[in-house]
């Protein structure tokens, strides 16, 4: 579908829209395996831990039992065992407003129409890289500069562990509040993962004048591949919505029918990856009571939830439609099973524990879910004062009884990626997926390290489950598989972490205010334990492997921006690279990213 529509995609898409076309019409076309069965039967996975700096992985790999390590990739987690191992750059745009001061967050359009691509370039605007412009402040804040924020490894580190705390990094001449500085967020990362351009923070795949970009997803399908994408959060929140639309700002989740110009009316009607699985169910989405149900559609419009679950194998999509429920993981499976890639036959799945912000449910670091149904952000806007601990019960519902039907009525990511395999892999013409850990992310925002280690053991279990299905099925060489983060956060372990986390546990370490006695902390002060809620511009691992895999011959590169060449940084890749290594398996080394 993608290659018959395309450049003119949007306008054909809103044509669509305003003619009100019957299901026949948008979904009739041939689906991409009868495009284009020339794919090369090679298949791509990107694992994305959210917020997954060196530092997250640390602490899973400590709480799974191995002793404190200082640097390098470290052991313990089923990705540290890939032979491939850099870092890579995660920086985005910055971009003056009216009042001359650089934001993170501005596109080069005015916004003062709020479609997509409809605002005029801002007065004077016209892109220029250099010299690099990290500003002072977490969203920019300098008032000259170029346009891109850049990275400097003399004042962050050349490596994610060096520094290894804010201290050492006064003690030898770093600057610990640097990486603070014009931070990236996830939809300008994953952007660029997806289709090597660098955008400002809120770009869902456009470029900094919102033009939509081409993806990789989208490269995948014009040569033949189903495509997925998987996510323990919102299907429609930022790093799956960035391969599934292309709209101006991440927000903009769902509309009703037949409007476009958003996340998910995008993803279901326009870019159509074959499985789509996640969370961002209504049922009590973000209810902080004692009592349910209540249904809030904050990632799902009433009208597009009630049109696919009336009509979970008949709706205006084209998706078999499943949601939480009874035995909600061998239902899943089951339906993986029957269905088929090449026959035009699409997966979506909408998941989400109640009261816990739409995602899976929170397995906690001993796996226990005693932390599922809580609220997700309670514990840095509370400075740990007044985390949440009420679930919304149904009528005579116990909590135990709550964690036990959350668990049961929702996948895991492990399950969600073991299906989308299980579809995807019976196109003979390959397949790329994306798989992204969303709520380590949710967890770090949260300053809670029990959630982080427990939604970094629920990530590694899910490369686990990837890693043994490759090599059942073709081994390296059919296979590419890249596992990095999108953003770091700045989290700091102490020395005593491994032997407090041994003797307290990671929900002790969590209500723990004082930074010495939690063995951790957040945030470039040692002596405040809730000292930073967001991210950082600190270079993240990638770890990878794969016959076809060409992201070793980037490290140290530069890359083109906007017809500009921009210099790298010595020992590690950029995220463009990411961009290139996967198109280069799918496609062939050499070729350029293109914008629709």
Not at 154 to 165: E, L
Not at 330 to 357: F, H, I, M, V
Not at 403 to 412: F, L, Q
Not at 413 to 424: F, G, I, P, Q, R
Request: aromatic share 10%.
């Amino acid at each position: 579908m993608i290659p018959l529509l395309g450049r003119h995609l949007r306008w054909l898409a809103l044509l669509c829209a305003s003619l009100f076309c019957t299901t026949s019409f948008v979904l009739g076309l041939p689906t991409p395996s009868a495009l284009a069965a020339n794919g090369n039967n090679t298949n791509v996975i990107l694992m994305i831990g959210d917020g997954m700096g060196w530092e997250m992985a640390r602490a899973a790999a400590i709480a799974k039992g191995t002793p404190l390590y200082n640097s390098g990739k470290g052991r313990g987690l089923s990705f540290q065992n890939l032979s491939g191992y850099t870092f890579a750059t995660t920086y985005g745009t910055t971009i003056p407003g009216a009042d001359g001061v650089y934001s993170t967050g501005n596109s080069a359009l005015d916004n003062s129409n709020l479609e997509t691509g409809q605002s005029p370039v801002r007065p004077g605007f016209s892109f220029n890289p250099l010299p690099f412009n990290p500003g002072t402040t977490p969203t920019g804040g300098s008032t000259s500069g170029g346009n891109l924020v850049g990275y400097d490894p003399q004042r962050g580190g050349p490596n994610p562990w060096t520094p290894i705390s804010p201290t050492q990094a006064a003690a030898n001449g770093f600057d610990n509040e640097y990486i603070k500085f014009s931070y990236p967020d996830s939809a300008n990362t994953a952007t660029t993962l997806y289709t090597g351009v660098k955008s400002y923070n809120n770009a869902i795949a456009v470029d900094v004048f919102e033009r939509d970009l081409v993806t990789i997803r989208q490269i995948a399908a014009e040569q033949g591949k189903s495509t997925g994408l998987v996510t323990s959060v919102p299907i429609d929140h930022a790093t799956p919505g960035a391969a599934e639309a292309t709209v101006n700002r991440r927000s903009k989740y769902d509309n009703d029918f037949p409007a476009l110009d958003n996340i998910l009316q995008e993803a279901l009607r326009i870019y159509q990856p074959t499985v789509l699985l996640g969370g961002g169910h209504p049922l009590d989405f973000e209810n902080r009571t004692n009592v349910g149900p209540v249904y809030q559609y904050t990632y799902i419009k009433e009208s597009t939830y009630n049109e696919l679950s009336s009509k979970p194998n008949n709706n205006r999509y084209g998706y078999t439609f499943l949601e939480r429920g009874p035995d909600a993981a061998q239902k899943l499976l089951d339906t993986a099973r029957g269905l088929e890639p090449e026959s035009g036959d699409r997966l979506l799945g909408l998941y989400g524990a109640r009261g816990q912000n739409g995602n899976l449910p929170t397995s906690s670091a001993n796996g226990d879910y005693s932390n599922t149904g809580l609220d997700n952000f309670s514990v840095f806007s509370t400075q740990g004062q007044n985390p949440d601990t009420v679930r919304p019960l149904s009528p005579g519902e116990t909590d135990a009884q709550f964690i036990a039907r959350e668990v049961a009525e929702n996948p895991t990511l492990e399950d969600l990626t073991n299906a989308a395999l299980e579809v995807l892999s019976k196109d003979k013409d390959g397949f790329w997926l994306m798989v992204e850990g969303g709520d380590i992310d949710w967890a770090a925002h949260d300053n809670n390290i029990d959630n982080l280690i427990g939604t970094m053991n629920d990530f590694d279990k899910s490369v686990q489950a990837v890693i043994d299905w490759i090599n059942q099925n073709g081994g390296w060489q059919k296979n590419v598989l890249i596992v990095t983060a999108d953003h770091d956060h700045y989290l700091t372990l102490n020395d005593n972490f491994p032997q407090l986390l041994a003797q307290k546990g990671a929900e002790a370490l969590t209500n723990e205010d004082n930074p010495a006695a939690a063995g951790h902390f957040w945030g470039s002060d040692p002596n405040v334990k809730y000292g930073w809620g967001s991210h950082t511009n600190r270079i993240v691992p990638v770890y990878f492997q794969g016959g076809k895999s060409t992201l070793s011959n980037y490290i140290g590169d530069g890359y083109n921006a906007y017809g500009f060449d921009v210099p790298g940084v010595s020992g590690a890749v950029d995220q463009v690279h990411i961009f290139q290594a996967m198109r280069d398996a799918i496609t062939g080394p050499g070729r350029s990213a293109a914008r629709r």
